[in-house]
Antibody, heavy 122, light 110 residues
Framework: QVQLQQSGPGLVKPSQTLSLTCVISGDSVSNDNAAWNWIRQSPSRGLEWLGR?????????GYAPFLKSRITIYADTSNNQFSLQLTSVTPEDTAVYFC????????????WGQGTLVTVSS | QSALTQPASVSGSPGQSITISCTGTSSDVGGYNYVSWYQQHPGKVPKLMIL???NRPSGVSHRFSGSKSGNTASLTISGLQAEDEADYFC??????????FGGGTKVTVL
């Protein structure tokens, strides 16, 4: 049973950096079949895929084009976790953020973190 | 990448079958067999119901089935039950090596 436990602040000031971490239990962030994703959800924008990281002999990343210059997703193998950083946030980035697992890398998000409501406000 | 198009709402009576559509383009739904469907109850985390167009994960009821024709994927719920009342989202791989979601469909059991 894979479990994903998210942590990070629920309030971020405009222009600052949003940082969230997802600790994995029951799988390895270095699993060379899986991919590890961040997805967010808001009433105005619905579900949005943000990006992912995965290991295939080397580490790879993929990001949503609309965020490409602001987003970084990286893995920490020592702590079996992966993290999201989103820079220069605005109120438009207010959403519930989820970390998810794709066990085969074919878009099947089968395990989800509990969700973190991040509000961007001064 | 534009969101996939889903009807805002679909309803049906207990025992009936309903179908939710998910329309994209040849650059996403039509071009790949990587369409997934998710169920989300209010305040809960989305749950994977269908992967790779028509495959059910272990533990998902056989009442849920998926299919695709051209640029449109579909989720059918047979023998509708009260517990099926939820929001449903589709997602697809895209030619940009990204994933895109539909806007969601609210299913109401009458």
């Amino acid at each position: 049973q894979v479990q994903l436990q998210q942590s990070g602040p629920g309030l971020v000031k405009p222009s600052q950096t949003l940082s969230l971490t997802c600790v994995i239990s029951g799988d390895s962030v270095s699993n060379d079949n899986a991919a590890w994703n961040w997805i967010r959800q808001s009433p105005s924008r619905g579900l949005e895929w943000l990006g992912r990281t995965y290991y295939r002999s080397n580490w790879y990343h993929g990001y949503a084009p609309f965020l490409k210059s602001r987003i970084t997703i990286y893995a920490d193998t020592s702590n079996n976790q992966f993290s999201l950083q989103l820079t220069s946030v605005t109120p438009e980035d207010t959403a519930v953020y989820f970390c998810t697992r794709e066990p085969k890398g074919t878009g099947e998000f089968d395990s989800w973190g509990q969700g973190t409501l991040v509000t961007v406000s001064s | 990448q534009s969101a996939l198009t889903q009807p805002a709402s679909v309803s049906g009576s207990p025992g009936q079958s309903i179908t939710i559509s998910c329309t994209g383009t040849s650059s996403d739904v039509g071009g790949y067999n990587y369409v997934s469907w998710y169920q989300q109850h209010p305040g809960k985390v989305p749950k994977l119901m269908i992967l790779e167009v028509s495959n059910r994960p272990s533990g998902v009821s056989h009442r849920f089935s998926g299919s695709k024709s051209g640029n449109t994927a579909s989720l059918t719920i047979s023998g509708l039950q009260a517990e099926d009342e939820a929001d449903y989202f589709c997602s697809s791989y895209t030619s940009s090596n990204t994933w895109v979601f539909g806007g969601g469909t609210k299913v109401t059991v009458l």
